[in-house]
């Protein structure tokens, strides 16, 4: 993997630069795995209920399968592609049944790789196991955090978690955050390393490609008129008071918005730390 920094010979290319995966193909995507992706522009009901979205470049869902269903089955990688929704790369893989799905790329996977899920199968990356046929200390990706509804934490780019312990019906798993969390023996996980994990070097560069990705401008409130913004107002720049907030008056960093009797609170062992 490599990272293409362009020649500064114009302001929008100073800072520009952009991931090179290596073994990524430019085949068009799998034609059966593609499935619509309307825009929202952050409204609801016609109404803005997220800022700053709009825009974006046009683009189709790919189907990428989370779902731990075809076991025993094995599968051959036949190419690792960029997903245009999200920051990992994602791989195409022929099943031998002769069935075709997307599943999160791991690092290391490459073109031709053989892949399985299964309760007993070898401990290589990109296979994926139940957390208690996993060895402790073993990096993992792509984790179910209940049993049979399909991976839901660490697929982001780069991210991992590490198999701490097996303690009675549930596992120990730390995550990238810090945070250790009980889960079920039973839920399956993949083994490695999320794919792409330079993503957060890449810098983009210019206004223009920040659009591309559904991204509009963010107004900072301290520029703002009294009006506008808590923030705003006054004579040259002025202190933020009492803490950040958003234009309705709401704390906008540090404040604690998880529920204090959230039934799961009791699977986390260790919160995460604080930055």
Same mark, same amino acid.
């Given at each position: ?35 619509? *992706?309307? +825009?929202?522009?952050? !409204? /609801?009901?016609?109404?803005?209920? &997220?800022?700053?979205?709009? @825009?974006?470049? $046009? ?20 190419? *690792?592609? +960029?997903?245009?929704? !999200? /920051?990992?790369?994602?791989?195409? &893989?022929?099943?031998?049944? @002769?069935?075709? $799905? ?174």
């Amino acid at each position: 993997m490599a990272i293409k920094v362009y020649k500064k010979n114009n302001a929008g290319r100073r800072f520009m630069s952009v991931i090179k995966p290596e073994g990524v193909t430019d085949k068009r995507p799998e034609k059966s795995l593609l499935a619509p *992706l309307p +825009k929202k522009a952050g !409204r /609801s009901r016609g109404k803005i209920s &997220v800022r700053h979205q709009g @825009g974006g470049h $046009r683009r189709r869902y790919r189907v990428v399968n989370f779902y731990y269903n075809k076991l025993n089955i094995p599968g051959r990688v036949l190419h *690792l592609e +960029k997903d245009p929704n !999200r /920051s990992a790369l994602i791989s195409l &893989v022929c099943y031998a049944d @002769g069935e075709k $799905r997307y599943v999160l790329a791991v690092e290391g996977m490459k073109k031709g790789q053989e892949i399985i899920a299964g309760e007993s199968v070898s401990i290589v990356n990109g296979n994926c196991l139940p957390l208690k046929n996993i060895p402790i200390g073993t990096i993992i990706c792509s984790i179910e955090m209940k049993e049979g509804k399909g991976a839901q934490i660490v697929r982001s780019a780069g991210s991992k978690a590490t198999l701490m312990a097996l303690d009675g019906e549930l596992a120990q798993v730390k995550l990238s955050s810090g945070e250790i969390r009980l889960i079920g023996k039973e839920c399956y996980a993949m083994l490695g390393q999320v794919s792409n994990f330079e993503h957060s070097a890449e810098r983009i560069g210019k206004a223009g490609r920040s659009r591309w990705l559904n991204r509009r401008p963010a107004v900072r409130g301290t520029v703002m008129n009294a009006a506008d913004h808590p923030h705003g107002g006054g004579e040259g720049r002025q202190p933020l008071g009492t803490h950040p907030k958003t234009p309705w008056g709401k704390p906008a960093l540090g404040k604690k918005t998880r529920r204090q009797k959230k039934r799961s609170n009791k699977y986390i062992v260790r919160r995460r730390s604080k930055k």
